[in-house]
């Protein structure tokens, strides 16, 4: 029986993929350079923000790491001033974090956003929820996969001493199948995030959902 379920945070509880995009294209409009469709920062997020600034730059400014530095300063200014923006939760999912509330399941949050972002996002819009823990990335510190986040995620729980097998990981990419093996977890990926089940097919996924709901069979 599973006691604590540790989820990813953008594109597995939250579509947070209009805030992150636009807060990016104004980044990048500040600098003069080609802006991106929303939809297309799918395939830009899930290791952090300086990486992302990196893949929406041009290639000659991305290789520039004190430019990339400087512009993710300057998208991190766009984003939190409007950090709810075009952000919103998965249909779903309020349904299901309750159900497992009312289970007695411990729920905390393992990301790769910074940290202080991570901490007002998921009660901004689940403060129904008695959220165990919010682990995002710190400064300095490592990303996911390493296991420092969700290691940070498991002891604020107060599980520290559970067994590995009753703790489950839920993502939405390939980052978090590593995440969740080199952590020693079980884990699940939703195909409803910003990455597609093919995708996370191909990359060996060995547990796939197509909605909320469905986690519940992976409790026991």
């Not at 993710?72 to 409007?82: D, I």
């Not at 919103?88 to 349904?95: E, N, S, V």
């Not at 599980?159 to 969740?180: F, K």
Request: glycine residues 10%.
């Amino acid at each position: 029986m599973k006691r604590l379920v540790i989820f990813d945070l953008d594109g597995t509880i939250l579509n947070t993929i209009g805030g992150i995009g636009s807060a990016c294209n104004e980044m990048l409009g500040q600098y003069g350079f080609p802006t991106w469709q929303l939809d297309q920062y799918e395939q830009f997020v899930g290791d952090g923000s300086r990486m992302l600034i990196k893949r929406a730059l041009p290639g000659d400014k991305a290789a520039d790491e004190d430019f990339v530095d400087a512009a993710k300063e300057v998208y991190l200014k766009f984003y939190r001033a409007n950090l709810a923006r075009q952000t919103r939760p998965y249909p779903g999912m309020p349904q299901l974090l309750a159900q497992l509330q009312e289970r007695g399941i411990k729920l905390a949050v393992a990301s790769n956003k910074f940290d202080d972002g991570a901490k007002y996002l998921v009660p901004h819009f689940y403060p129904e929820i008695s959220w165990a823990a919010i682990e995002g990335q710190k400064p300095g510190g490592p990303l996911k996969p390493e296991p420092g986040i969700i290691g940070d995620a498991i002891a604020g729980s107060g599980c520290a001493d559970l067994p590995l097998d009753e703790i489950l990981y839920v993502g939405d990419c390939d980052i978090d199948i590593h995440s969740a093996e080199r952590s020693g977890l079980d884990y699940v990926l939703c195909t409803w995030g910003f990455r597609r089940r093919a995708a996370l097919e191909a990359a060996g996924a060995k547990a796939l959902i197509d909605t909320p709901a469905e986690l519940l069979q992976y409790l026991d």
